[in-house]
């Protein structure tokens, strides 16, 4: 079991920055991927970024590559998403993830285990 909790959310202006934070327990965290999904009102969940277990592998959807840093600390179990840039459309509640392998996954059937979300709200 791994339990997950999100923090760091919260209203900012466009072209600003937040750093979200997930902080899981259980004694697997070192060799599991990672994810940051989120999701809009009236939309789909979708994929932002991923981690692999060692985080030497890292992926983003085009949507926020080069805006976006997904980073882990395995001693913290704690992983990070740095959000720079930030623009209205970034608006949505935004999900930490945890999967069953070290390889990352883009879709949210690569993950077992959800955080309960964080808001973020990028005002124009």
């Known amino acids: 079991q791994v339990q997950l909790v999100e923090s760091g959310g919260g209203l900012v202006q466009a072209g600003g920055s937040l750093r979200l934070s997930c902080a899981a327990s259980?004694?697997?965290?070192?060799?599991?991927?990672m994810g940051w999904f989120r999701q809009a009102p009236g939309k789909e969940r979708e994929f932002v970024a991923a981690i692999s277990w060692s985080g030497g592998s890292t992926s983003y959807a085009d949507s926020v590559k080069g805006r976006f840093t997904i980073s882990r600390d395995n001693a913290k179990n704690t992983v990070y998403l740095q959000m720079n840039s930030l623009k209205p459309e970034d608006t949505a509640v935004y999900y930490c993830?945890?999967?069953?392998?070290?390889?990352?996954?883009?879709?949210?059937?690569?993950?077992?285990?959800w955080g309960q979300g964080t808001q973020v709200t990028v005002s124009s």
């Open positions: 259980g004694r697997t965290f070192s060799y599991i991927a």
């Open positions: 993830a945890a999967g069953t392998r070290g390889v990352p996954s883009t879709t949210p059937g690569g993950y077992n285990y």
